[in-house]
Each structure stands twice: as structure tokens, then as C-alpha cells.
């Protein structure tokens, strides 16, 4: 059966991922914390618990797969003094950790999600705001082992939004639906 490692499986990217491939595909979850109970255990879905970096660089040397899917991130559109440490962990030391056991996993192809807020207004390296510089930061890390891993096959898809069925974040249509349910006015500027 082919193999995914899947992070940020309980973000909205990775769990529709999840939830449309778990049947066919065996996959590999990399989680910190308790599993969120929107994620359905099945049978072809395998959970890898870390407590530290440490654990997991020596976990993910115990495992064979076919693919990764990078989709764990930490996200602010305007960030506080308490994102930088996360920013730096979720999307820079995470993913690096990942990158450099590739080739012990196997992998033959990586795909990682950005956003297009990396080159912001169309313009290269205006990054939107420091969410993005990271994004931006790891797109560089990523280059290094393209280089430096030839049989790998590296793919980036710069997301500039999402929206779906479940998606119950503050969005405009999630915002449009609510006021409409509840009879109200949306002032749109």
C-alpha cells in the first residue's frame, strides 16, 4: 500500500486531505499534542506521537514512506511577540526536521504548502508579513535539499486561500452565512 506522511493533519488542509485519501492510502500522522476528535482513527492511519525534536527525528528513522505531505504551520496574520517561537518551531525547525530524514524514510516525493503571501502583490520577496517571511524562510531551507537530494521529487503549492465544506473559520463566507442566518446586515467596504 502507498505510504503518506502527513503533517498538520488536524489543520484544514491536512484533514481534508486526510479525509479523502485515508481509505486508500496508509498514512503516517505527525502529532505533538492529543489527536483533535475530528480526526477518525482507521485502520489505515498511524499515529506518531513526539514530545521533543529529538524524539521525533528518531521515530521518523523507523518509518518507510512513499510521500510527504507538509502541511503543519503556524499561522498569524498579525503576530504577537508569543508567535515568534512558534513561528520558528511549526515552520522552519518541523519542517527541517522532516527534510533531512528523507532519504532514511525512502520518500520520493515532498510537497509542501505555502502561501502566496511569500511574494505578496505580485511582487518577488515582499513578504506580506512575518507569517510569511518564515514561509519564505523555509522555501529557502527547501532549496538546499532540492539540490542536495536529487531523487527526491519536491513540489510547492502556494495556497493564497482555502475554504470547503467543515470550514468553520472566521471567513467571509462563513461571516455572510452567519449574519444572513441570523438576519443581520454585512457591511462589505
Not at 44 to 49: D, P
Not at 179 to 187: A, D, I, R
Amino acid at each position: 500500500m502507498y505510504k503518506i506522511l502527513l503533517t498538520g493533519s488536524s489543520g484544514f488542509i491536512g484533514s481534508n486531505i486526510l479525509n479523502s485519501f485515508s481509505e486508500k492510502y496508509k498514512f503516517y500522522l505527525v502529532v505533538r499534542k492529543k489527536l483533535p476528535k475530528k480526526i477518525l482513527i482507521k485502520k489505515n492511519i498511524k499515529i506518531i506521537y513526539f514530545k521533543n525534536y529529538e524524539t521525533l527525528n528518531s521515530k521518523l528513522k523507523k518509518i518507510k514512506v512513499n510521500t510527504v505531505i507538509h502541511c503543519a504551520t503556524h499561522y498569524a496574520k498579525t503576530h504577537k511577540f508569543s508567535d515568534i517561537k512558534k513561528f520558528c518551531n511549526s515552520n522552519l525547525l518541523f519542517g527541517n526536521i522532516i527534510l533531512e530524514n528523507l532519504n532514511v524514510m525512502k520518500v520520493s516525493k515532498f510537497i509542501n504548502f505555502s502561501t502566496v503571501w511569500e511574494d505578496g502583490n505580485a511582487q518577488k520577496n515582499n513578504t506580506i508579513n512575518l507569517y510569511a517571511a518564515y514561509k519564505k524562510s523555509f522555501s529557502t531551507i527547501l532549496d538546499f535539499y532540492k539540490k542536495n537530494l536529487k531523487k527526491i521529487k519536491f513540489y510547492e503549492l502556494m495556497i493564497s486561500d482555502t475554504f470547503g465544506k467543515n470550514d468553520y473559520r472566521k471567513k467571509i463566507i462563513n461571516t455572510l452565512k452567519l449574519n444572513y442566518q441570523k438576519k443581520k446586515t454585512t457591511k462589505i467596504i
